[in-house]
Antibody
Framework: QVQVVESGGGVVQPGRSLRLSCAAS????????MHWVRQAPGKGLEWVAT????????YYGDSVKGRLIIFRDNSENTVYLQMTSLRVEDTAVYYCAKMGISGYYADVWGNGTTVTVSS | QSVLTQPPSVSAAPGQKVTISCSGTTSNVGNNFVAWYQQVAGTTPKLLFYDNYKRPSGIPDRFSGSKSGTSATLGITGLQTGDEADYYC???????????FGTGTRVIVL
């Protein structure tokens, strides 16, 4: 069964750091790019970052560039999102998603992990 | 910020048809494939269409996807109460080197 499972969310103060993890199973992880997508309370989907299948290329949304870093460990079938200098506006459910074979779309989504940035 | 524009909501009675538009530019919808996602309240998003019109297995053919120029359209026929959800389009933006989502459309079954 193809699935991705996020973890690592929690409550953190502004300016602090947090690392999210996404464990993949049921598919050849090293062959697929991966996305992080977030959704603030009551808001729409916002793309956060994408990492290529081999980890050599990363892409970021403007709102997180320079503060969030996406990386992966193909030996552990895991993709990470290192979050630094967190802001209140980073509060959201963070979804990990597998990229499709033929394009940038996200075909398998996790259930999400919640990050709350609050003092 | 969302680069792709969708209507905030559409509504129709059960059994009727609705269409949702997704308007972009040549940097995204116009020259890249469009995907559509369904998010029922309180649940995780689900892929409805990829490559403009291709349906993953398990998606009923009451749902249709199409694209023309810089706009894409999602259609739902034979509307059911279970179709009440938020729907998002998405596409890669070649100018931004970013994946962009639409603003989202809520489907309301009257």
């Amino acid at each position: 069964q193809v699935q991705v499972v996020e973890s690592g969310g929690g409550v953190v103060q502004p300016g602090r750091s947090l690392r999210l993890s996404c464990a993949a199973s049921g598919f050849r992880f090293s062959g697929y790019a991966m996305h992080w997508v977030r959704q603030a309370p009551g808001k729409g989907l916002e793309w956060v970052a994408t990492i290529s299948y081999d980890g050599n290329n990363q892409y970021y949304g403007d709102s997180v560039k320079g503060r969030l870093i996406i990386f992966r460990d193909n030996s552990e079938n895991t993709v990470y999102l290192q979050m630094t200098s967190l802001r209140v506006e980073d509060t959201a459910v963070y979804y990990c998603a597998k990229m499709g074979i033929s394009g940038y779309y996200a075909d398998v989504w996790g259930n999400g992990t919640t990050v709350t940035v609050s003092s | 910020q969302s680069v792709l524009t969708q209507p905030p909501s559409v509504s129709a009675a059960p059994g009727q048809k609705v269409t949702i538009s997704c308007s972009g530019t040549t940097s995204n919808v116009g020259n890249n494939f469009v995907a559509w996602y369904q998010q029922v309240a309180g649940t995780t998003p689900k892929l409805l269409f990829y490559d403009n019109y291709k349906r993953p297995s398990g998606i009923p053919d009451r749902f249709s996807g199409s694209k023309s120029g810089t706009s894409a359209t999602l259609g739902i026929t034979g509307l059911q109460t279970g179709d009440e959800a938020d729907y998002y389009c998405g596409a890669w933006d070649s100018s931004l080197s970013a994946y962009v989502f639409g603003t989202g459309t809520r489907v309301i079954v009257l």
